[in-house]
T-cell receptor, first 111, second 119 residues
Framework: DAKTTQPPSMDCAEGRAANLPCNHS???????VYWYRQIHSQGPQYIIH???NNETNEMASLIITEDRKSSTLILPHATLRDTAVYYC????????????FGKGTSLLVTP | GAVVSQHPSRVICKSGTSVKIECRSL??????MFWYRQFPKQSLMLMAT?????????EQGVEKDKFLINHASLTLSTLTVTSAHPEDSSFYIC???????????????FGPGTRLTVL
């Protein structure tokens, strides 16, 4: 699986959009970009994933650059409950393959 | 949909005892489940891949005789930490890829984790 690079930490004011970047310059054509988050002392929570098109669901939006070498997770209106470590992971879509977690980005949402 | 449960959520045991952790997919079936371990202030580290009806595949450096994995059905995998020692104290998390039932088959879902403390 391709390696990802994320900033170690970010701050965001409550109610504002949180934009979390991820670099995955070695991504291959059949690999997806997945985003998970982990709130303290809980299991990771799936957020969103995409291949090359931008994706949106009830939690977030995922913007993938045209060359697929980077992506941005957008939380449109961050709340205090969005404070967590966010992981960007590249993986093939086939089931049966584990997720390789890097260090992620620790997002702190402040009042 | 796509809920994974773990039991127990927290366990404290004496050194030398064995502890069993259960991981269940509640509304889907999973041929493959995964076990991760997370030490304080660190990321999740894959320990092993649990395959229904066959032997687990362990990551390098993980002792298969110490961390026994059984995946007896499509909804249950168990991790037994044998002869636990204080250095085994950690947060153990399982996950599963749905192969049928609820959830997306190209998304992995995680349990809430089990906090093991070995005295």
């Amino acid at each position: 699986d391709a390696k990802t690079t994320q900033p170690p930490s970010m701050d965001c004011a409550e109610g504002r959009a949180a934009n979390l970047p991820c670099n995955h310059s070695t991504i291959s054509g059949n690999e997806y970009v997945y985003w998970y988050r982990q709130i303290h002392s809980q299991g990771p929570q799936y957020i969103i994933h995409g291949l090359k098109n931008n994706e949106t669901n009830e939690m977030a939006s995922l913007i993938i650059t045209e060359d697929r070498k980077s992506s941005t997770l957008i939380l449109p209106h961050a709340t205090l409950r969005d404070t967590a470590v966010y992981y960007c992971i590249v993986r093939g879509s086939n089931s049966g393959y584990a997720l390789n977690f890097g260090k992620g980005t620790s997002l702190l949402v402040t009042p | 949909g796509a809920v994974v449960s773990q039991h127990p959520s927290r366990v404290i045991c004496k050194s030398g005892t064995s502890v069993k952790i259960e991981c269940r997919s509640l509304d889907f079936q999973a041929t493959t489940m995964f076990w991760y371990r997370q030490f304080p202030k660190q990321s999740l580290m894959l320990m092993a891949t649990s395959n229904e009806g066959s032997k687990a595949t362990y990551e390098q450096g993980v002792e298969k005789d110490k961390f026994l994995i059984n995946h007896a059905s499509l909804t249950l995998s168990t991790l037994t930490v044998t002869s636990a020692h204080p250095e085994d104290s950690s947060f153990y998390i399982c996950s599963a890829d749905p192969t049928s039932g609820g959830g997306s088959t190209d998304t992995q879902y995680f349990g809430p984790g089990t906090r093991l403390t070995v005295l």
